[in-house]
């Protein structure tokens, strides 16, 4: 019988997961799933929404601990598991060092590697880092790639994939919002929704902002923020920042913003209140790549405060717009949106209808049947 590994270890990892394993699940396919735990306290939340329990952890988060020490930890903890049972197939999503380093294990090991999510690309080697070599190298060592996109699709072709061995699918980020809108809205609640509920003025319109980036530290936040500011004038506007708790964005960010009426800063959010957040959202301002998949769900538009994006396709939907770090260009788009009512009407997800999990696990049995 066909024996799989899906294998995950960060927060986005797990969300765009889940719905592979319910699908796996419901398919009659067997498999085990093994954390490395490159996040732990956030991948945590997302396995207790999700009601997921690994069959191995390998707890693998360490404090400052640098990508090479992390990269060489997380091939030694996978070549374990690997050894220790015979497995078929490993999937592996997206562009974490968690699925470069199973993919060279399981490559090295003999055994087939699944990649989810594959063909994202910027071409740009810095842009986002270490993400674009990260999927880049998993690309090379997969054998089955389930790409979300046409886009996605045709970066492989480029690359001289075999077109049988790509697969398009849409993006299981899409799935994973369908499981978690219903169960929030069949009344799963956390403490922190509770408290949005009562802080938040619904009156005005909110607007969502996250930051992370390695690239965007330094000038270009402190930019952003002040794009911010200039926008937090509006009398009908109220800004919600989960704040990154690395010190490169948190000290700037609080330095900034944290004495202003119309923004409030955050602790980072669980999955399931970032997504009851998301549909109380007109604008999403951000420099991260899941939410630029997730806001098209609710209507919601994005400005991407990134140079680059690996996620062309909401450009040319119009769900989102690059703005790099120009305050002029964040400022100038966000009173555009916040002056149209229409926006939210005509937007559609252009990554998928929230069937691509169960797409990967047939395509999976008719691979292995």
Known sequence: MLKILVCFGTRPEAIKMAPVCYALKRKGLNFKICVTAQHREMLDQVLYFFEIKPDFDLDLM???????????????????????????????????????????????????????????????????????????????????????????????????????????????????????????????????????????????????????????????????????????????????????????????????????????????????SMVWLLGQTTLVISDSGGIQEEAPTFGVPVLVTRDVTERPEGLESGCSILVGSSVEKITKYANSILDDTKKRDILENPYGDGTAAIQIAQQIKMIFK
Do not use: W
């Open 62 to 272: 360490q404090n400052n601990q640098s990508l090479n020490e992390l990269s060489a930890r997380i091939i030694l903890g996978i070549d374990a598991v690997l050894k220790q049972e015979h497995f078929d197939l490993v999937l592996v999503h997206g562009d974490t060092t968690t699925s470069t380093m199973v993919a060279l294990s399981a490559f090295q090991n003999g055994i087939k590697v699944g990649h989810i999510e594959a063909g994202l690309r910027t071409h740009n080697k810095y842009a986002p880092f270490p993400e674009e070599i990260n999927r880049q190298l998993t690309g090379r060592l997969a054998d089955f790639h389930f790409a979300p996109t046409p886009s996605a699709m045709q970066n492989l072709l480029n690359e001289r994939i075999l077109s049988s061995q790509i697969y398009l699918t849409g993006n299981t980020i899409v799935d994973a919002l369908h499981i978690a809108k219903l169960k929030i809205d069949s009344g799963f609640m956390t403490p922190t929704i509770n408290v949005l509920k009562q802080k938040l003025d619904f009156n005005k319109k909110i607007i969502l902002i996250t930051g992370h980036r390695r690239e965007n530290f330094g000038n270009k936040f402190d930019n952003m923020c002040q794009a911010l500011l200039e926008i937090a004038k509006r009398k009908d506007v109220y800004l919600v920042f989960p704040v990154h708790l690395n010190p490169k964005v948190s000290n700037p960010a609080f330095a900034a913003l944290g004495s202003h009426p119309n923004i409030m800063l955050i602790e980072p959010l669980d999955y399931a």
